[in-house]
């Protein structure tokens, strides 16, 4: 079977109720970041098709789904997760073509998406209250109730990965969902259902529906019966979903990106340093919510650390993501277009162009390519500095000491994630108290996986996800107090 054929033979109508809703209509298109096509159109769903997914969602919540034992739905997320692993090839290959990430993090994302599934099955059929000491008189006990319908704002950059993030937990927990992926990358998203009805998931309990957040997540969000909104995406688009979600009363949980620092000391192991602020930053071509965007380095090792890091990015050769680049394209010709504005304004602003800096043209090639840049930033206003960029860009800020470079670690309002390199376990614990943010990372970057809480503070949003944190998300703790 050949690639396009793969693609065309995704079913793109959205999926209500257990079967697929034909619309007609508007359509969107999904492209190829590597050469600029189309892949495919996909239907959009108004607010007339999104209100029939969510009053779906909220049925099954009291039908059938709600009589499934603990244990049975324990059973189905381990189904659910070797039916992922199954087709696993097969969804990496539309995982790269969809949003041009290199094929080895497609099926890096693709396994992980199945170990959401696995990881919260454990956890399903264990999800127990307590007792309450209240006296003689008395008998108290909790009970964790689903917290209802769910909507899931789908980011592009990890289209299934997020998706299975946020459903996996919330299955677990005995809610449902309305999924909405992102317009850029929906393909994976729409083929997820197939692996949902073979592992027995009853009709209804997942909804996928696509389109412009104006058009489909705007109601998604607004309706009054959804009890919960997992959103992951902008600042500016995460206080809209805020402000929507509180009209009805729904809790949310926010992930809102990050401008995150990699303190590198002088003292630390500079092999081990390089390799991690090279994957921080050029994973998915710099398109990841957590990434390494600001290196912090002290002066003292300064010069020779940046002129290896440099070498190293001249390296780097492009190409789509099948092939397996160093470099895969950005995700759209709009999100192209961001970056160049911001490193040339930085630019202008007098930030130092160390390598790199331009839209690049691969031969063969018509699609949205960025060169690895790496801009020297002696102002923490600097645009680089402050804002996050989603694209293979490193902003590098030159610290005195160690208190400099924490200070210099907390210059923006984003708190998500951060990183230090350094053999002084001190220093590497105290920066761990000092940083912002949900997930701090010592002499390795990226640590961790599923079982890990993640999430952020300030501009980077509220709430846990991954871990027994993400569960609390989608349950709600019922008191039952009797006199005996």
Same mark, same amino acid.
């Given at each position: &079977?050949?690639?396009?054929?793969?693609?065309?033979?995704?079913?793109?109508?959205?999926?209500?109720? @257990?079967?697929?809703?034909?619309?007609?209509?508007?359509?969107?298109?999904?492209?190829?970041?590597?050469?600029?096509?189309?892949?495919?159109? %996909?239907?959009?769903?108004?607010?007339?098709?999104? @209100?029939?997914?969510?009053?779906?969602?909220?049925?099954?919540?009291?039908?059938?789904?709600?009589?499934?034992?603990?244990?049975?739905?324990?059973? &189905?997320?381990?189904?659910?997760?070797?039916?992922?692993?199954?087709?696993?090839?097969?969804?990496?290959?539309?995982?790269?073509?969809?949003?041009?990430?290199?094929?080895?993090?497609?099926?890096?994302?693709?396994? $992980?998406?199945?170990?959401?599934?696995?990881?919260?099955?454990?956890?399903?059929?264990? &999800?127990?209250?307590?007792?309450?000491?209240?006296?003689?008189?008395?008998?108290?006990?909790?009970?964790?109730?689903?917290?209802?319908?769910?909507?899931?704002?789908?980011?592009? /950059?990890?289209?299934?990965? $997020?998706?299975?993030?946020?459903?996996?937990?919330?299955?677990?927990?005995?809610?449902?969902?309305?999924?909405?992926?992102?317009?850029?990358?929906?393909?994976?998203?729409?083929?997820?259902?197939?692996?949902?009805?073979?592992? +027995?998931?009853?009709?209804?309990?997942? /909804? %996928?529906?696509?389109?412009?957040?104006?058009?489909?997540?705007?109601? !998604?969000?607004?309706?009054?019966?959804?009890?919960?909104? $997992?959103?992951?995406?902008?600042?500016?688009? +995460?206080?809209?979903?805020?402000?929507?979600?509180?009209?009805?009363?729904?809790?949310?949980?926010?992930?809102?990106?990050?401008?995150?620092?990699?303190?590198?000391?002088?003292?630390?192991?500079?092999?081990?340093?390089?390799?991690?602020? &090279?994957?921080?930053?050029?994973?998915?071509?710099?398109?990841?919510?957590?990434?390494?965007?600001?290196?912090?380095?002290?002066?003292?090792?300064?010069?020779?650390?940046?002129?290896?890091?440099?070498?190293?990015?001249?390296?780097?050769?492009?190409?789509? @993501?099948?092939?397996?680049?160093?470099?895969?394209?950005?995700? *759209?010709?709009?999100?192209?277009?961001?970056?160049?504005?911001?490193?040339?304004?930085?630019?202008?602003?007098?930030?130092?162009?160390?390598?790199?800096?331009?839209?690049?043209?691969?031969?063969?090639? +018509?699609?949205?390519?960025?060169?690895?840049?790496?801009?020297?930033?002696?102002?923490?206003?600097?645009?680089?500095?402050?804002?996050?960029?989603?694209?293979?860009?490193?902003?590098?800020?030159?610290?005195?000491?160690?208190?400099?470079?924490?200070?210099?670690?907390?210059?923006?309002?984003?708190?998500?994630?951060?990183?230090?390199?350094?053999?002084?376990?001190?220093?590497?614990?105290?920066?761990?108290?000092?940083? *912002?943010?949900?997930? =701090?990372?010592? /002499?390795?970057?990226?640590?961790?996986?599923?079982?890990?809480?993640?999430?952020?503070?300030? /501009?980077? @949003?509220? +709430?846990?996800?991954?871990?027994?944190?993400? !569960?609390?998300?989608?349950? $709600? %703790?019922?008191? =039952?107090?009797?006199?005996?």
């Amino acid at each position: &079977m050949t690639y396009q054929s793969e693609i065309h033979s995704i079913d793109l109508d959205p999926y209500i109720d @257990g079967q697929r809703r034909k619309i007609t209509g508007e359509t969107f298109p999904t492209y190829d970041p590597a050469s600029g096509t189309v892949l495919h159109e %996909v239907p959009v769903a108004d607010a007339s098709v999104v @209100g029939e997914a969510v009053e779906t969602a909220a049925r099954a919540l009291k039908g059938s789904w709600a009589a499934i034992t603990p244990a049975e739905r324990s059973r &189905m997320l381990f189904r659910v997760a070797q039916e992922i692993r199954n087709d696993a090839e097969r969804l990496s290959i539309v995982e790269s073509l969809d949003a041009g990430k290199p094929l080895r993090e497609a099926r890096g994302d693709i396994e $992980t998406s199945a170990r959401y599934f696995e990881y919260y099955a454990g956890i399903a059929d264990k &999800m127990q209250g307590d007792t309450i000491p209240l006296g003689p008189d008395f008998i108290s006990f909790t009970l964790h109730e689903p917290i209802g319908a769910t909507a899931h704002i789908i980011p592009w /950059n990890f289209p299934l990965v $997020t998706t299975a993030r946020g459903l996996a937990p919330a299955l677990a927990a005995g809610a449902t969902a309305v999924i909405k992926p992102a317009e850029q990358t929906p393909l994976t998203a729409l083929m997820l259902p197939e692996y949902l009805e073979r592992a +027995g998931v009853p009709a209804g309990v997942v /909804n %996928v529906v696509c389109g412009p957040g104006a058009v489909t997540g705007a109601p !998604l969000v607004a309706h009054d019966k959804i009890a919960h909104v $997992t959103f992951t995406g902008s600042v500016a688009t +995460g206080k809209a979903v805020l402000a929507s979600a509180a009209s009805h009363v729904a809790s949310t949980t926010m992930e809102l990106g990050g401008k995150s620092p990699v303190v590198v000391l002088a003292d630390a192991d500079m092999d081990a340093a390089l390799d991690g602020v &090279m994957k921080a930053i050029f994973t998915n071509a710099g398109q990841v919510c957590s990434a390494g965007s600001r290196l912090v380095i002290e002066r003292g090792c300064a010069d020779a650390f940046l002129d290896r890091l440099v070498a190293r990015i001249k390296t780097l050769g492009f190409g789509r @993501g099948l092939d397996n680049p160093d470099i895969g394209p950005v995700v *759209s010709h709009q999100q192209l277009l961001k970056i160049e504005g911001i490193v040339k304004a930085s630019v202008g602003a007098g930030a130092q162009l160390l390598v790199g800096g331009s839209i690049a043209h691969p031969e063969g090639l +018509g699609g949205w390519f960025f060169e690895p840049t790496v801009l020297l930033a002696s102002d923490p206003a600097t645009l680089a500095v402050q804002e996050e960029i989603f694209g293979p860009v490193l902003t590098v800020q030159i610290a005195d000491d160690f208190d400099h470079a924490c200070a210099l670690a907390e210059c923006t309002d984003f708190g998500l994630v951060a990183g230090i390199y350094t053999s002084d376990i001190s220093k590497a614990l105290r920066f761990a108290r000092i940083a *912002s943010g949900g997930q =701090v990372f010592i /002499n390795q970057y990226f640590a961790g996986g599923v079982e890990t809480p993640f999430g952020g503070v300030k /501009n980077s @949003g509220f +709430g846990r996800e991954k871990g027994l944190e993400g !569960l609390k998300s989608y349950y $709600t %703790v019922k008191t =039952v107090t009797a006199r005996i």
